[in-house]
């Protein structure tokens, strides 16, 4: 598609405050997809992760998803090139200048519950991801960002992920997965329905396939809805310290810096 009509967000040169505004506004994106026709999530929660995310490159904050990374590109809705998971598409670099990427889906609400249609429907996009991943490093990542969390999500499944990234091998993170005393049943129930989803979609589903995927995958909270809620106050503290202390600020900071924040937190 002619890059005119893209929905990349790149350098003050290109049409980021124009795309920006299209993309908060939920007018229609490169794929011909409107954020508000594209999914459970909606226009004001996908907006609202969108702008998180240029709100974290104009500050140059380490992005969520993508530790160690720093942000150069933002994109949106890129499913007609190749992007399974394709609501937010987070491009940086390591500080070596090795290419990262961070694919991000938005769904307001997801369980990862056995017989969560959307939980399904999110591993089916992971699984048509696979076969072009590159195994050898970690760079390519996956995310969920949803605006309801649980006790579940807080505590056994963001665990279970945290231990995919942790271990060596597939070897170790199952022995600890089906450790007596050391996974638990909600772990290996999250694990179990991943697993099957996997196979469903028709993609390998071994042990390494599954922990190669796992450790790829992260379940980011965006709970601006709730009172005293955390990815609010992270927004209003990293545009107002990084607003005053950087040397060389993005371009667009001083001028759509507050913009994004006021999408991010409306």
């Known amino acids: 598609m002619d890059g005119s009509h893209q929905q990349e967000l790149a350098s003050p040169d290109?049409?980021?405050p124009r795309a920006v505004d299209e993309a908060c506004e939920s007018v229609t994106a490169s794929s011909g997809t409107s954020?508000?026709?594209?999914?459970?999530?909606?226009?004001?929660?996908?907006?609202?992760?969108?702008?998180h995310y240029l709100l974290t490159m104009l500050v140059e904050?380490?992005?969520?998803?993508?530790?160690?990374?720093?942000?150069?590109?933002?994109?949106?809705?890129?499913?007609?090139?190749?992007?399974p998971l394709d609501?937010?598409?987070?491009?940086?670099?390591?500080k070596i200048g090795e290419p990262a990427v961070l694919e991000v889906q938005a769904k307001r609400t997801i369980t990862f519950a056995p017989t969560d249609p959307v939980f399904k429907d999110v591993v089916e996009?992971?699984?048509?991801?696979?076969p072009a991943l590159d195994l050898s490093h970690q760079r390519h990542q996956f995310a969920v960002a949803t605006e309801r969390?649980?006790?579940?999500?807080?505590?056994?499944?963001?665990?279970?992920?945290?231990?995919?990234?942790?271990?060596?091998?597939?070897?170790?993170?199952?022995?600890?997965?089906?450790g007596r005393n050391v996974g638990n049943d909600n772990m290996r129930t999250f694990v179990a329905t991943f697993r099957r989803h996997l196979q469903g979609a028709g993609c390998p589903n071994d042990d390494e396939a599954v922990w190669q995927i796992l450790r790829r995958f992260w379940i980011l909270p965006f709970d601006y809805d709730w009172p005293g809620s955390?990815?609010?106050?992270?927004a209003r503290t990293n545009h107002r310290h990084h607003s005053a202390s950087l040397t060389t600020p993005?371009?667009?900071?001083?001028?759509?810096?507050?913009s994004y924040l006021g999408t991010v937190l409306n």
Request: charge should be positive; aromatic fraction near 6%.
């Open 87 to 94: 609501d937010v598409i987070v491009r940086g670099a390591t």
């Open 230 to 234: 955390q990815p609010r106050r992270v």
């Open 149 to 178: 969390t649980s006790f579940k999500i807080a505590g056994p499944y963001q665990d279970v992920l945290r231990w995919a990234r942790e271990v060596c091998s597939a070897a170790v993170f199952f022995g600890r997965v089906n």
């Open 35 to 51: 954020p508000s026709a594209s999914g459970p999530a909606g226009a004001l929660f996908e907006g609202q992760v969108g702008a």
């Open 250 to 258: 993005h371009p667009l900071l001083a001028t759509r810096g507050s």
């Open 125 to 130: 996009q992971l699984a048509r991801a696979f």
């Open 61 to 83: 904050a380490e992005p969520r998803g993508l530790p160690g990374m720093v942000i150069e590109r933002i994109e949106l809705q890129r499913a007609g090139e190749g992007h």
């Open 14 to 16: 290109s049409d980021l």
